[in-house]
């Protein structure tokens, strides 16, 4: 290879304006078997293959870690089902208990409607399960008590993902009893939710779903002791209150030197009737 290099070398320093004219775009940077002999033909072969081998055992072992962590998932899933089930049976002896979590996160607080939240008054649990191999997507519940709003007592949509990573979104019909439609007159109701019914492109999700699977449902209790809305408050607090210290301290920065203007004219003032 260094004996082949060095005749590249002196071809070009024997003859750059050729080069130059020779010089054809389409073909930089690459080679031919021409340009090798024999035995470097078959070196850098035997240099490829092992490189495509190496590459093949990486993508091998990505494989295998991405079948661990869902096999990982699957089992904890598995062992979270019993404290999901402990802790619905303590959240439907508190009244409300959902319809005050909603309205307490930050993402759903500003859009339930007033009849949303009447209606949600009869939410007593929602629930939350990947499907088995956990990939393929999730299916969240909404479990009610007997109301005078609709005739359905759970609720569900479904969440399938595609190979290609493609989300289709099911809809939850909703029978609802006579001139009790919540969504009928305010289309930007809660409930319209439930009526969605499409398929998003690979890296697009449902903000609602996901709000829902990893935030509200995930930890429900800090929404309902409204841990969430006391932090920003805190924040906002704690903003104004820097805001205010800023203010007072530019102002009397700003009297210092108003003092210290008065002082050096009263001292230009002494100084003057001195000579005098």
């Not at 050729?18 to 690459?30: I, K, L, Q, R, V």
């Not at 909404?142 to 493609?166: C, I, M, Q, S, W």
């Not at 709000?211 to 309902?224: G, M, Q, R």
């Not at 409204?226 to 210290?245: A, K, M, S, V």
């Amino acid at each position: 290879m260094d004996a082949k290099r060095q005749k590249l070398a002196e071809a070009s320093d024997e003859d750059p304006v050729g080069a130059e004219e020779d010089f054809d775009p389409d073909n930089e940077g690459s080679m031919d078997e021409d340009d090798f002999d024999d035995g470097e033909v078959n070196e850098l072969e035997a240099c490829l293959t092992e490189l495509q081998n190496a590459q093949d055992q990486l993508d091998k072992i990505d494989d295998d870690a991405s079948d661990a962590v869902l096999a990982i998932e699957q089992k904890f899933n598995t062992i979270r089902r019993p404290a999901y089930k402990k802790r619905a049976e303590a959240i439907a002896a508190i009244p409300n208990f959902w319809l005050t979590a909603f309205c307490c996160h930050p993402l759903f607080a500003p859009c339930l409607t007033e009849a949303d939240k009447e209606a949600l008054i009869y939410l007593h649990e929602v629930d939350v399960q990947d499907n088995h191999d956990v990939k393929s997507g999730f299916v969240i519940t909404f479990r009610f008590l007997d109301n005078p709003y609709f005739h359905d007592r759970v609720l569900t949509k479904h969440f399938n993902f595609a190979e290609d990573g493609t989300l289709t979104i099911l809809e939850a019909k909703i029978n609802w009893k006579p001139d009790m439609d919540v969504t009928k007159d305010d289309e930007d109701s809660f409930f319209k939710w439930f009526y969605v019914h499409e398929c998003l492109p690979n890296g697009m999700q449902d903000e609602i779903a996901t709000t829902i699977k990893e935030d509200l449902w995930s930890n429900p209790v800090k929404y309902f002791h409204g841990i969430g809305d006391e932090f920003d408050e805190d924040d906002d607090e704690e903003e104004e209150e820097g805001d205010e210290n800023g203010d007072e301290e530019e102002e009397g920065a700003e009297f210092e030197e108003d003092e210290e203007g008065e002082g050096g004219e009263d001292d230009e003032e002494d100084e003057i009737e001195e000579e005098v």
